[in-house]
């Protein structure tokens, strides 16, 4: 393992992080700050409790996941991007370091980045709403395991896309809707049984009930699922990954 390669491309994307530290953490935590006041003081109060939690108490776990998965692919995509973008992606693929360790240099950077802001995103929801945290190695799991998911997943964007368009394509049309209707602002329990069903058709349903489990002990699925399908799309992610490198698909000409 070539420890100086990854430590170099791990301390050079973080690095990016100070230089753009208020779009990156400033703009994600003011964003978090006006749904907390809209929906948790706001709306939150003329709420009925659900299982048992206050709704201003409810929607944290699910919008730490919506500011978490954004900020995973984002800074992944974006860091193995501007290589491409820049042809200096060449210069990494022939220098002393395996494709493991490129991966683990800039996925590890994304997912720091991602469980910084998803932990300040915290801090500020206490500022606004009273919560618990029932299984603390749990939500830490949680939140690990889905950054280096997604930071993989922004991974794989950054490769596939050949344009600024196309980084932007996916998190905004898939993702995000995904996440509104995952349960972040609402348990699918609420909803009549036909879209029940069809809501566990959406994967990041499993993300945010884990995680919301983490902090209450209540979830719309049972927490083993949410752990298995959390598991299974970062797998999936790694197979995807590992078939880039072999094929060098779009990574070399």
Request: proline share 5%; aromatic share 14%.
């Amino acid at each position: 393992m070539n420890n100086r390669g990854v430590w170099a491309i791990y301390t050079f994307e973080l690095a990016r992080l100070r230089r753009t530290a208020l779009q990156s953490i400033a703009a994600p935590v003011i964003s978090a700050s006006l749904y907390f006041v809209v929906f948790g003081a706001a709306i939150g109060a003329r709420m009925e409790e659900i299982g048992g939690v206050s709704y201003g108490a409810f929607i944290v776990p699910g919008l730490v996941m919506l500011m978490l998965l954004n900020e995973s692919i984002s800074n992944a995509s974006f860091g193995i991007y501007m290589p491409r973008f820049t042809g200096t992606i060449y210069e990494i693929l022939s220098a002393p370091v395996s494709p493991l360790e490129i991966v683990l240099g800039y996925v590890g950077a994304a997912a720091t980045k991602s469980i910084l802001l998803g932990s300040l995103v915290l801090l500020t929801a206490s500022l606004f709403v009273d919560y618990q945290i029932a299984h603390p190695v749990w939500m830490v799991s949680f939140l690990v395991l889905t950054a280096i998911t997604f930071s993989l997943f922004g991974f794989i964007i950054g490769i596939w896309a050949d344009g600024f368009e196309k980084l932007q394509l996916i998190p905004l049309m898939i993702v995000t809707p995904l996440t509104f209707l995952g349960g972040s602002f609402y348990s699918i329990n609420m909803l009549p049984p036909v879209w029940q069903t069809l809501s566990l058709f959406n994967p990041v349903v499993y993300l945010i009930s884990g995680f919301r489990w983490s902090f209450y002990g209540v979830a719309d699925v049972h927490v083993g699922i949410s752990l298995g399908m959390t598991l299974g799309f970062l797998l999936g992610c790694l197979l995807v990954v590992r078939w880039m490198f072999r094929t060098g698909y779009r990574l070399k000409p």
